[in-house]
């Protein structure tokens, strides 16, 4: 039987294929700019949000959401020129751990009989393929507005990353651009929350992007084979929980994932060495420098004329 027989996978590919697009487009733009470590703050704020929501008793991507999206434009804010440092990111990346630990424990004594006791779970480990129509076709078009705004913002938003001084004194809205990159960040980061879960969201936000970093230094070609990677990794993984089924899928799709980025690093290592031998060759030969061993009839040669030298 067909793996696209089953709703649950039809479902997980369509609300996957969105989640990862977006993914893959900020995550480009999160390597470009070194701002990892706020993806990584973001996917805990996720968790933290949610568990806040089960505490509260409204329903999980509304704190999702809410969260990620608050707390990326706070550290904006608290940044310079909307963009969050790692001093910043840190002490609000410890004070948001204390916080998800508070409305764990709210949520486990007031709420663990409600019977929705494996939602942390889901939120740390994800649960793609327990996604139902409504919530696949969201996901679908949350990712498609993440990847369709970026894409209107891309081209000042790389000058920005590339050269803030200048990008701000030719009149770009620095500032500006970085809260709406912020935001979008925290969007895609809630809803991938649902796909890889919280612990592992980094993997699918990273990974392709540095993939496509490794691969191409032409920005907008790097930007569209980082979404090109992060869909074709979602499947992927996706396929190979289906086949394996003791495989969860957050782990097959982040495998993939961390497997590709490597055999690009190999690659990029490989092209390198058969690059550089040429090149030496070459060089070696245009200045009459032996890069071997001296033939025998040279050998001989030298020493017949070292031998007369020595007899005058």
Request: hydrophobic share 60%.
């Amino acid at each position: 039987m067909s793996m696209f027989s089953h709703p649950f996978m039809i479902y997980a590919l369509l609300g996957g294929t969105g989640i990862a697009a977006a993914c893959g487009a900020v995550g480009f733009f999160l390597v470009l700019r070194a701002q990892v470590f706020t993806g990584d703050a973001l996917s805990h704020v996720a968790f933290t949000g949610a568990l806040a929501a089960l505490a509260f008793g409204v329903d999980l991507r509304i704190g999702l959401f809410a969260a990620t999206i608050a707390v990326a434009l706070l550290l904006g804010a608290l940044g310079r020129r909307g963009r969050a440092d790692d001093v910043v990111i840190g002490n609000v990346f410890a004070w948001i751990l204390g916080l998800g630990v508070f409305f764990l424990t709210m949520y486990t004594t007031d709420r663990s009989g409600s019977g929705n006791g494996s939602a942390t779970i889901n939120v740390l480990f994800g649960s793609i393929l327990g996604l139902s129509s409504s919530q696949a076709q969201t996901a679908l078009w949350i990712g498609v507005g993440v990847v369709a705004v970026l894409l209107v913002i891309a081209r000042p938003l790389l000058f920005a990353t590339l050269d803030e001084a200048v990008a701000a004194a030719r009149g770009v809205p620095v500032r500006v651009l970085g809260f709406v990159f912020l935001a979008l960040v925290g969007a895609a980061t809630a809803e991938a929350t649902q796909a890889v879960g919280a612990l592992l969201l980094l993997g699918l936000v990273a990974a392709p992007a540095g993939t496509a970093l490794v691969l191409t230094d032409r920005p907008f070609r790097g930007l569209g084979l980082a979404i090109a990677l992060a869909v074709g990794e979602m499947w992927a993984g996706l396929t190979l929980a289906y086949f394996v089924p003791r495989m969860p899928p957050s782990f097959s799709i982040t495998a993939v994932a961390t497997v590709v980025y490597a055999a690009a690093m190999i690659y990029r290592s490989l092209s390198r060495r058969r690059a550089v031998v040429p090149t030496a060759a070459t060089a070696a030969a245009a200045t009459g420098v032996a890069t071997g061993p001296i033939p025998a009839r040279v050998r001989t040669a030298e020493s017949v004329a070292a031998a007369d030298t020595v007899s005058v």
